[in-house]
T-cell receptor, first 117, second 114 residues
Framework: AQSVAQPEDQVNVAEGNPLTVKCTYS??????LFWYVQYPNRGLQFLLK????DNLVKGSYGFEAEFNKSQTSFHLKKPSALVSDSALYFC???????????????WGLGTSLAVNP | DARVTQTPRHKVTEMGQEVTMRCQPI?????VFWYRQTMMQGLELLAY????????DSGMPKDRFSAEMPDATLATLKIQPSEPRDSAVYFC????????????FGPGTRLTVT
């Protein structure tokens, strides 16, 4: 069965410091991996994805994520956090090849990122 | 700037009333998803469509919820009768499917059932 874990409910960092939001996954085959961000009272916004190729994926707003197959992880990172990065972050996974027509994403529960001035 | 639109943005209704939420996916997108978000359960997939055909509605309470796509530009989610436990934010998302699997979310409908 597919699953996603975001082990931290909340991450606190100081502005200017590097940030990491963790995600681990489980799929039977090769994964498609995604990060989304949700600002208060808004819908989720796509940040970045890993489909194939380079393990380091760069996305919007200076975020990047590193796919690590041996550790089944896809941690979200940013070298220097901004107060405006404070939001809820969701990791999602899908098996690259699904039987039949099933193409749904499996979502983590979200990690609340607070960047302190 | 193509966006998913949802109406209404907010809805307050009394228990037992019918609620209809509408979504206009991004033009050209062939997959549509309905999600519900609550503090307790997080983000739950209710239903999704590809090329207007329902592929999976296993996350949806069948006795009171229904989802349809009357045409490629409109998806609807209906609750009848509504209950207080249905209070949540309902999101619609659309996508291009297999080769660009990311989803684009609408702003959501905040539903309160009293």
């Amino acid at each position: 069965a597919q699953s996603v874990a975001q082990p931290e409910d909340q991450v606190n960092v100081a502005e200017g410091n590097p940030l990491t939001v963790k995600c681990t996954y489980s799929v039977s085959g090769n994964p498609y991996l995604f990060w989304y961000v949700q600002y208060p009272n808004r819908g989720l916004q796509f940040l970045l994805k890993y489909i194939t190729g380079d393990n380091l994926v760069k996305g919007s707003y200076g975020f990047e994520a590193e796919f690590n197959k041996s550790q089944t992880s896809f941690h979200l990172k940013k070298p220097s956090a901004l107060v405006s990065d404070s939001a809820l972050y969701f990791c999602a996974v899908r098996d690259a090849v699904e039987a039949g027509n099933n193409r749904k994403l499996i979502w983590g529960l979200g990690t609340s990122l607070a960047v302190n001035p | 700037d193509a966006r998913v639109t949802q109406t209404p943005r907010h809805k307050v209704t009394e228990m037992g009333q019918e609620v209809t939420m509408r979504c206009q996916p991004i033009l050209g997108h062939n997959t549509v998803f309905w999600y519900r978000q609550t503090m307790m359960q997080g983000l739950e997939l209710l239903a999704y469509f590809r090329n207007r055909a329902p592929l999976d509605d296993s996350g949806m309470p069948k006795d009171r919820f229904s989802a349809e796509m009357p045409d490629a530009t409109l998806a609807t989610l209906k609750i009848q009768p509504s209950e207080p436990r249905d209070s949540a934010v309902y999101f619609c998302a659309s996508g291009l499917g297999e080769f660009t699997p990311e989803q684009y979310f609408g702003p959501g409908t905040r539903l309160t059932v009293t």
